[in-house]
Nanobody, 125 residues
Framework: QVQLVESGGGLVQAGGSQRLSCAASGRILNNYAMGWFRQAPGKQRELVAAINSGGVATYPDSVKGRFTISRDSGKNTTYLQMNSLVPEDTAVYYC???????????????????WGQGTQVTVSS
């Protein structure tokens, strides 16, 4: 079992920056991928950043160049640095982890093993 706790959400003005944190506890395997998803009202949940246990990261075009995912393996914590925020980034942001068989494929397809509780990010214009 793995527990994920997000922090760092809140209200920020357009053009500003915000950093989210996701602290993982429990049984973390050697091969895993952690990601950040977001869901805005009336929209589907979408992946905005992912990183695997080898440190390889990926982003969709909508956030590429603005968002950066990183991890501190010693602390089992993943971060999402968000810069140049726009109102369209307003959403609940969720941390997620997939591990074991096909972990990268499952995370990319929105099928992780565990989800965090979510943290609201609101970008005002």
């Amino acid at each position: 079992q793995v527990q994920l706790v997000e922090s760092g959400g809140g209200l920020v003005q357009a053009g500003g920056s915000q950093r989210l944190s996701c602290a993982a506890s429990g049984r973390i395997l050697n091969n895993y991928a952690m990601g950040w998803f977001r869901q805005a009202p009336g929209k589907q949940r979408e992946l905005v950043a992912a990183i695997n246990s080898g440190g390889v990261a990926t982003y969709p075009d909508s956030v590429k160049g603005r968002f950066t995912i990183s991890r501190d393996s010693g602390k089992n914590t993943t971060y999402l640095q968000m810069n140049s925020l726009v109102p369209e980034d307003t959403a609940v942001y969720y941390c997620a982890v997939a591990q074991g068989s096909s972990f990268w494929h499952r995370l990319m397809n929105g099928l992780p093993d565990y989800w965090g509780q979510g943290t609201q990010v609101t970008v005002s214009s």
